[in-house]
């Protein structure tokens, strides 16, 4: 899945990681390393659900654990997301358009 909308990692414990953390030093000895913390975050985990709002196609997806990824599609105009899902012989994409609109190819 590629992004380009803000994003988040949710936990029981609230909001664990954000796209705008990475790099970040918030009081620590070192910058925040994104890709070190997501993957901390949801290594291992099977998605469980992933949802759309049909109106705004803000992204879920909930893992299992009670981890969840959201995304945040903040444009009237811009793509802001895509994503490309596997079948046994078809790659089906879908992006998310500004707007809030789906397009599939």
Do not use: C, H
Not at 1 to 28: C, H, K, Y
Not at 71 to 86: C, I, K, V
């Amino acid at each position: 899945m590629s992004v380009s909308v803000p994003w988040r990692i949710v936990t029981a414990n609230g909001i664990e990681f954000a796209d705008t953390d990475d790099g970040q030093l918030f009081g620590l000895p070192g910058p925040v390393d994104g890709q070190e913390k997501s993957n901390t975050l949801l290594d291992g985990r099977r998605v469980a659900s992933f949802d759309v709002d049909v109106k705004t196609a803000d992204v879920r997806i909930d893992f299992e654990g009670g981890v969840r990824v959201e995304l945040f599609n903040n444009s009237s105009g811009y793509e802001g997301w895509t994503a490309q899902f596997q079948t046994e012989d078809k790659t089906t994409s879908v992006v998310g358009l500004g707007g809030g609109d789906l397009a599939f190819f």
